[in-house]
């Protein structure tokens, strides 16, 4: 079963919560920090790293002797990564390749009627595995200057260990990176906060939860008096919330020292069991509904 932890804005707690949860299940879980801009699981829980590979990005490279300038590739690229200068009486032909718009589909390559294109393989980071003493761990580090999570992402996912519980730490937002990681869950917990901008974004997670046709509840952090707005909106659209962890300064203590707050609060540990098992029961009604 895989569980990711998503948000519409940034801050909001997507790490705490998705290491809290893989450490109260404690048993057959791997977490996947896919936040490769800034991954930041590995502070709380630790991990040895056992493993490093670089990752890589299939761009086009042209041969100009075998290309007929026929522009095809410029036709099939949907990101707008290739661009065809046509020779002309006094001037030699050219293609162009901007490799930072390249998301690596292949389509030219594949398509080019002269076969004048081949890949290669642009470096964009960094894929690291390890372990902490109850679960195991992968996350992506993406290079400074890269334009593009997606690619990283995809290779983080590719580490989704079917027989296990597998927590995916998301990014913020609502845009292609938490698309990626979200995408093939089974469940997605939404964390939010309860102020204007929180309400806001949760409003633009869940429409994008709903269109991918994932089941999802939420998670209010530095719950207060002021929910009201926040549960009246789930209410009405039919979203469960699963927890409400309170403004608490002794829980903020743990957070700044990087311990995660199931090491130091049993109760929560608890809490975190029954978001599990509510998600579990879930699992089990959808995959019979779907038989």
Partial sequence: MVISIASGKGGTGKTTIAV????????????????????NSHLFIKPRITGRKKAYLPVPSVDKDKCT????????????????????????????????????????????????????????????????SVLDFAHGRLNIGEAMAPPLIRQVKKLINPGKVTIIDSPPGTSCPVITSVKGSDFCILVTEPTPFGLNDLILAVEVIKKMRIPAGVVINRSGPQDYKTDQYCKKEGVPVLMRIPFDKELAFLYSRGVPFVEEKANYR??????FDFISKSYEENSGNKR
């Fill in 20 to 39: 809290n949860l893989a450490l109260s299940l404690a048993e057959n879980v791997q977490l996947l920090d896919c936040d490769v801009e800034e991954p």
């Fill in 69 to 132: 300038f026929c522009g095809k590739c410029k036709e099939v690229c949907a990101y707008n990564a290739i661009a065809v200068v046509p020779p002309s009486e006094d001037k030699k032909g050219e293609v162009l390749v901007f490799e930072n718009l390249c998301h690596g589909c292949g389509a030219c390559s594949l398509l080019c009627p002269a076969g004048a294109i081949e890949e290669t393989e642009r470096e964009i980071g960094v894929v690291e595995t390890g372990e902490s």
């Fill in 270 to 275: 608890e809490k975190f069991k029954d978001i």
